[in-house]
Antibody, heavy 120, light 111 residues
Framework: EAQLVESGGGLVQPGGSLRLSCAASGFTVSSYWMHWVRQAPGKGLVWVSR????????RYADSVKGRFTISRDNAKNTLYLQMNSLRAEDTAMFYC?????????????WGQGTMVTVSS | QSVLTQPPSASGTPGQRVTISCSGSSSNIGSNTVNWYQQLPGTAPKLLIY????QRPSGVPDRFSGSKSGTSASLAISGLQSEDEADYYC???????????FGGGTKLTVL
């Protein structure tokens, strides 16, 4: 069964950094387009970033461009999101998601989410 | 302010048919496929409808259907059930923003 498990969230001060991990099982991360999506408490879904099957085709939302970096480790079958210069408005539940094989951005598998809280 | 516009709320009684609209522009819905997600409280979203042919993933009942016309899309739920009470989101790739855009979400209440 395909599954994603996020980790790495927590409480961080403004200006700090965190690295989120998304461990995949039941499928190969490098064979699918993978994304990060976030959801602030009580708010809607917001797309953050994606990485293509070729390991490039990387895109970011304007709100995180220059601060966040998406990557993956094929050997560990894991997706990452390095988050630097964190701001209060980055406080959210972060989900990693797998795109349906025939699409690039329809997410059929989601992780359970990892909470990131940016506060002093 | 979301790029895709959805009504904040919708409601219906058991057995009824309800539709949720999603309005966008030529750079997103007008030129790309629309995906729909259901999010139950405290859980991750679930894919309901995707692709150019409005496909349903395995396990999604055929009570759920999607359609698109121009720069707008709709999700229809027929034979409404209490377990359909959830938040619903539309999403699409945006060629101008070079990213995925979501609607603000519609909270569906089953009366």
């Amino acid at each position: 069964e395909a599954q994603l498990v996020e980790s790495g969230g927590g409480l961080v001060q403004p200006g700090g950094s965190l690295r989120l991990s998304c461990a995949a099982s039941g499928f190969t991360v490098s064979s699918y387009w993978m994304h990060w999506v976030r959801q602030a408490p009580g708010k809607g879904l917001v797309w953050v970033s994606r990485i293509g099957t070729d390991g490039s085709s990387i895109r970011y939302a304007d709100s995180v461009k220059g601060r966040f970096t998406i990557s993956r480790d094929n050997a560990k079958n894991t997706l990452y999101l390095q988050m630097n210069s964190l701001r209060a408005e980055d406080t959210a539940m972060f989900y990693c998601a797998r795109a349906v094989a025939t699409t690039r951005n329809a997410y059929d598998i989601w992780g359970q989410g990892t909470m990131v809280t940016v506060s002093s | 302010q979301s790029v895709l516009t959805q009504p904040p709320s919708a409601s219906g009684t058991p057995g009824q048919r309800v539709t949720i609209s999603c309005s966008g522009s030529s750079s997103n819905i007008g030129s790309n496929t629309v995906n729909w997600y259901q999010q139950l409280p405290g859980t991750a979203p679930k894919l309901l409808i995707y692709g150019s042919n409005n496909q349903r993933p395995s396990g999604v009942p055929d009570r759920f259907s999607g359609s698109k016309s121009g720069t707008s899309a709709s999700l229809a739920i027929s034979g409404l059930q209490s377990e359909d009470e959830a938040d619903y989101y539309c999403a699409a790739w945006d060629d101008s923003l070079n990213g995925v855009v979501f609607g603000g979400g519609t909270k569906l209440t089953v009366l």
